[in-house]
């Protein structure tokens, strides 16, 4: 007896050691997810409160997101050449000091609208990358974790989920308590925490490409268009979601923080509604990592992205009240909570190992593609025709854009 349960501690301790990796890369996700909600919440409403211009807003957020467009599209040059862990690690640490440069500035010599603008632009270089990095660790992790793959994604993106429920109602509390440029301080010490637990915890993860191979700078690239371009699901899954990116981004950089500061006239009820689309979502991604791999994955995608999706932007129409708007957003965050982990799984089946950093460089890109244009044109879309008229043009063609999705024939591949 005393030999047979001797011999059961090493094997705990073993299985521990096996989970600690994923479990810091999922903590060091988690506070870094956070720290991108602070900035998304910080950034528009600091610009909204110096300058009181919504048009200013949508510049902003234009140059926070470019370039993470360009970055995502050349980032597996940086990927294949730094392997995935560094890549993740760098992205936190750029993204910090930009981050923290802004109440810096602000608080001693000054900061015009230009820096800022030069500051969410360089903010954005490496993010991409290290979020195509991180998302391509997962299947390596879970593997080692003896984790079901679909399990893994659904925890990965859960916790982007919750860190809508946590870092929402924190800046909307914090804005109220110390300021938007002090919040950014907060932001970035998240960052750098984020990159230590994934520095010191998770293995470390050798380049795709040894420093004796040559390849033209591009070829990565090229390869990731082309693998993309012969398929047709992957390619449809692309056009879908930089449509609803684009509508995504006008809404949430620049329409919605307008919007709640025009009803409410405070960050928190942002913080809040934001908070509870975050936290079923959470919830949401756990009850799927339980029985996501029984329920069809066609179906569960297009009518949680209806639902989950499109209906969010007809509350804000229907009935301006906070309580409705909260419960609305919970509805909603069950419901869209599959479709990151689906596509994940189903793209990480598809696409070979040795191709994940071009495929999903490429792909990231792609999704990201309409960001920009949505909060470049938002602003000047609001000044142009007013907040209801830009919201049920974004609910229109939202709705129109996931309904596609049932009867598109390239969907019977997911």
């Known amino acids: 007896m005393n030999v047979t349960g001797k011999s059961m501690v090493p094997q705990q301790e073993s299985s521990q050691l096996k989970r600690l990796p994923i479990t810091a890369f999922f903590v060091g996700s988690a506070i870094s997810y956070v720290g991108d909600i602070l900035t998304?919440?910080?950034?528009?409403?600091?610009?909204?409160?110096?300058?009181?211009?919504?048009?200013?807003?949508?510049?902003?957020?234009?140059?926070?997101?470019?370039?993470?467009?360009?970055?995502?599209?050349?980032?597996?040059?940086?990927?294949?050449?730094?392997?995935?862990?560094?890549?993740?690690?760098?992205?936190?640490?750029?993204?910090?000091?930009?981050?923290?440069?802004?109440?810096?500035l602000y608080h001693t010599v000054g900061l015009a609208f230009w820096?800022?603008?030069?500051?969410?632009?360089?903010?954005?270089?490496?993010?991409?990358?290290?979020?195509?990095?991180?998302?391509?660790?997962?299947?390596?992790?879970?593997?080692?974790?003896?984790?079901?793959?679909?399990?893994?994604?659904?925890?990965?993106?859960?916790?982007?989920?919750?860190?809508?429920?946590?870092?929402?109602?924190?800046?909307?509390?914090?804005?109220?308590?110390?300021?938007?440029?002090?919040?950014?301080?907060?932001?970035?010490?998240?960052?750098?925490?984020?990159?230590?637990?994934?520095?010191?915890?998770?293995?470390?993860?050798?380049?795709?490409?040894?420093?004796?191979?040559?390849?033209?700078?591009?070829?990565?690239?090229?390869?990731?268009?082309?693998?993309?371009?012969?398929?047709?699901?992957?390619?449809?899954?692309?056009?879908?979601?930089?449509i609803t990116n684009l509508l995504d981004a006008a809404f949430f950089s620049v329409i919605e923080p307008a919007y709640i500061k025009h009803i409410f006239n405070s960050a928190v009820p942002l913080g809040l509604i934001i908070a509870a689309l975050g936290g079923a979502s959470f919830v949401g991604t756990l009850i799927f990592g339980a029985i996501g791999h029984r329920l069809p994955r066609r179906w569960t995608f297009s009518i949680g992205y209806t639902i989950g999706g499109a209906s969010r932007f007809w509350a804000f129409l229907l009935l301006p009240i906070l309580p409705f708007l909260i419960v609305w957003h919970i509805l909603a965050g069950l419901f869209i909570a599959p479709i990151n982990p689906l596509l994940e799984t189903a793209f990480q089946e598809k696409v070979p190992e040795e191709m994940r950093a071009r495929v999903f460089g490429v792909l990231g890109a792609g999704f990201l593609a309409g960001i920009p244009i949505g909060t470049f044109l938002s602003g000047f879309f609001v000044s142009w025709v007013g907040l209801q008229v830009s919201i049920l043009a974004i609910g229109i063609i939202y709705l129109l854009t996931t309904l596609s999705l049932f009867v598109n024939p390239a969907m019977k591949e997911m």
């Open 115 to 242: 820096q800022l603008l030069a500051l969410v632009f360089l903010g954005g270089l490496l993010k991409s990358p290290g979020v195509t990095a991180r998302s391509s660790m997962v299947p390596e992790l879970a593997k080692m974790a003896n984790m079901r793959l679909e399990r893994a994604n659904a925890l990965s993106d859960g916790i982007n989920r919750v860190s809508h429920f946590i870092g929402a109602p924190l800046a909307g509390v914090l804005i109220a308590l110390i300021g938007t440029s002090n919040l950014l301080w907060f932001d970035g010490i998240s960052f750098v925490i984020s990159a230590l637990l994934i520095g010191l915890a998770v293995p470390a993860t050798p380049p795709i490409l040894n420093k004796e191979e040559k390849r033209p700078a591009l070829s990565g690239v090229w390869q990731g268009l082309r693998f993309i371009q012969r398929d047709t699901f992957i390619l449809s899954i692309v056009v879908t979601v930089m």
């Open 40 to 104: 998304l919440l910080a950034i528009p409403w600091f610009v909204l409160l110096t300058t009181g211009s919504v048009t200013k807003t949508g510049i902003t957020a234009f140059f926070s997101t470019i370039p993470s467009v360009f970055s995502a599209f050349f980032g597996s040059i940086i990927i294949d050449r730094l392997g995935y862990k560094r890549t993740s690690v760098i992205g936190d640490i750029a993204s910090a000091i930009a981050v923290m440069l802004v109440p810096l």
